[in-house]
T-cell receptor
Framework: DQQVKQNSPSLSVQEGRISILNCDYT??????FLWYKKYPAEGPTFLIS?????DKNEDGRFTVFLNKSAKHLSLHIVPSQPGDSAVYFC????????????FGRGTQLTVWP | NAGVTQTPKFQVLKTGQSMTLQCAQD?????MSWYRQDPGMGLRLIHY???????DQGEVPNGYNVSRSTTEDFPLRLLSAAPSQTSVYFC????????????FGPGTRLTVL
């Protein structure tokens, strides 16, 4: 039973436009959320995170929004660049720093010139 | 710091063979884990450890063994390889206090014939 879901396996966006990647979760005990980016033949790398006490966190071109009532978060990339083309994973952590991370299945973002 | 290192990068096994995937980290992280990544399945947790001498199962533990004798090392053993274990394997580590950002190794691509 998947607790973190990324329902769009792929997204294609033109360079300079906004990319919006979505993630839904089912467990209301999750209190910390992360986004990872993965290039081919490399390990995932941390991108941005948000605590459940916030509804927005921004880091340069990347902004994560959290809607707890809807159990939904989204990653906005503005403006999108070809180097952003990668697989993006959403992950969630439950209630404890000892807890495991639960990952979604990923969304392949392609940014075309 | 080398971060999280994994060896080998590539491996081909025959069905029934055994092998150990090596993982080491030099960040003094208490928490280490193993994931496998398969097309369309995202990152699935195999085993994890919250410290030396402590291990636990993740989502897909069958066919794999782990041990944690030191803080630095967390090897993953395939006891009798099967074609279903063909995958890309990632080791990850993080601290158990504070933020839960997890650092990933570069991965091991395993093919079982």
């Amino acid at each position: 039973d998947q607790q973190v879901k990324q329902n769009s396996p792929s997204l294609s966006v033109q360079e300079g436009r906004i990319s919006i990647l979505n993630c839904d979760y089912t467990n209301s005990m999750f209190d910390y959320f992360l986004w990872y980016k993965k290039y081919p033949a490399e390990g995932p790398t941390f991108l941005i995170s948000i605590s459940s006490i916030k509804d927005k966190n921004e880091d340069g071109r990347f902004t994560v929004f959290l809607n707890k009532s809807a159990k939904h978060l989204s990653l906005h990339i503005v403006p999108s660049q070809p180097g952003d083309s990668a697989v993006y994973f959403c992950a969630a952590n439950r209630g404890s720093t000892l807890g495991r991370l639960y990952f979604g299945r990923g969304t392949q973002l392609t940014v075309w010139p | 710091n080398a971060g999280v290192t994994q060896t080998p990068k590539f491996q081909v096994l025959k069905t029934g063979q055994s092998m150990t995937l090596q993982c080491a980290q030099d960040m003094n992280h208490e928490y280490m884990s193993w994931y496998r990544q398969d097309p369309g399945m995202g990152l699935r947790l195999i085993h994890y450890s919250v410290g030396a001498g402590i291990t636990d199962q993740g989502e897909v533990p069958n066919g794999y063994n782990v041990s944690r004798s030191t803080t630095e090392d967390f090897p993953l053993r395939l006891l009798s390889a099967a074609p279903s274990q063909t995958s890309v394997y990632f080791c990850a580590s993080r601290r158990t206090g504070g933020i839960v950002e997890q650092f990933f190794g570069p991965g091991t691509r395993l093919t079982v014939l």
